[in-house]
């Protein structure tokens, strides 16, 4: 089982600012196959990346993903006050499918 | 559009079987590399990935708790059933099923229902 280690645990900043999140996989994630996915309190969660760096529709330019292999971030370039929730990534490409624990990303 | 939403109910005992149905709508599991996932979360925990059935029927289960999920699907009706037995306090979550197709992983994620064990 693919274990996903996302850090930090949480992010202050303010709103402007770039948030820079961390996901590292316990072994390689064959084809790239890792998505992140933003959840807000009491929402479903929302896909934002898939394959480490494709946005998903509708998703704005300021979110991006990079990385392979076991290493994987997402990147917000300047947070908007919409952006403050919680992020996890999520790899598709061995089951069983695994999640990390969440990186939350607080308004500083 | 892709929609799908969970049933099943709020309260289960200890000891009991849970069953639960995601009803779709917006595209068809027959569709070669469709597939229906389910996941859960504890309340202010992280999300936990349960189970997959694919278009050709193939099913992958958490490795942790297999011995006791079944995921099934009804084609025609469009619904995906998981059945989890043995439920214990701990498995108290919001249970969410979502579409996931081809290298995109999951793209739509239902709204989830509660279901909360206790005697």
């Known amino acids: 089982e693919i274990v996903l280690t996302q850090s930090p645990g949480t992010l202050s900043l303010s709103p402007g600012e770039r948030a820079t999140v961390s996901c590292r996989a316990s072994?390689?994630?064959?084809?790239?196959?890792l998505a992140w996915h933003q959840q807000k309190p009491g929402q479903a969660p929302r896909l934002l990346i898939y394959?480490?760096?494709s946005r998903a529709t509708g998703i704005p330019d300021r979110f991006s993903g990079s990385g392979s292999g076991t290493e994987f971030t997402l990147t917000i370039s300047r947070l908007e006050p919409e952006d403050f929730a919680v992020y996890y990534c999520h790899q598709y490409s061995t089951s069983p499918q695994t999640f990390g624990q969440g990186t939350k990303v607080e308004i500083k | 559009q892709v929609t799908l939403r969970e049933s099943g109910p709020a309260l289960v005992k200890p000891t009991q079987t849970l069953t639960l149905t995601c009803t779709f709508s917006g595209f068809s599991l027959s569709t070669n590399g469709m597939c229906v996932s389910w996941i859960r979360q504890p309340p202010g925990k992280a999300l936990e990935w349960l189970a997959r059935i694919d278009w050709d029927d193939d099913k992958y289960y958490s490795t942790s708790l297999k011995t006791r999920l079944t995921i099934s699907k009804d084609t025609s009706k469009n619904q995906v059933v998981l059945t989890m037995t043995n439920m214990n306090p701990v498995d108290t979550a919001t249970y969410s099923c979502a579409r996931q197709y081809g290298s995109s992983g999951i793209d739509y994620w239902g709204q989830g229902t509660l279901v909360t064990v206790s005697s």
């Open positions: 072994q390689s994630v064959r084809s790239n196959y």
């Open positions: 394959g480490a760096s």
